[in-house]
């Protein structure tokens, strides 16, 4: 798998599809940090650490959902393995004019965009959320 980030977002997105609860995706530190964020920001219920049916570490995220519809309208990959999208603290975008974040990986973490501002720092923003 070329592009980790990737292949969980459009997990979560087809999840949403399908009207799913929990999708699984496989463990790592980096979505572990993602998914933080996108609970932070209120667009997941929850997420938590499992081992999927041959042992390996996964990940379950509870999906969240509004009178029926999923409270994720878009997810977007920005930074992609063949092309890495680097900002500043000040060229950082605003998603939906505030609306939805930005979630950016930066020398202190990962973190959203407002949290990123706010912290006087830029990085590679991987993901908008709306």
């Known amino acids: 798998m070329n592009d980790p980030i990737g292949d969980m977002l459009t997990r979560i997105r087809n999840g949403q599809m399908r009207g799913k609860s929990v999708v699984s995706t496989p463990a790592s530190k980096l979505r572990l940090r993602v998914l933080e964020v996108l609970e932070s920001e209120g667009y997941i219920r929850g997420f938590e650490e499992s081992k999927d049916s041959f042992g390996h570490p996964a990940i379950e995220i ?10 994720i309208r878009e997810l977007k990959r920005v930074s992609k393995p063949g092309r890495r999208v680097y900002l500043g603290r000040d060229d950082i975008p605003q998603v939906r004019q505030g609306v939805g974040v930005s979630i950016v990986t930066t020398s202190k973490g990962v973190m959203s965009d407002a949290n990123a ?14």
């Open 62 to 71: 509870s999906l969240k959902y509004y009178e029926g519809q999923p409270v």
């Open 117 to 130: 501002r706010a912290n006087g720092v830029g990085g590679e923003v991987l993901c908008t959320v709306f």
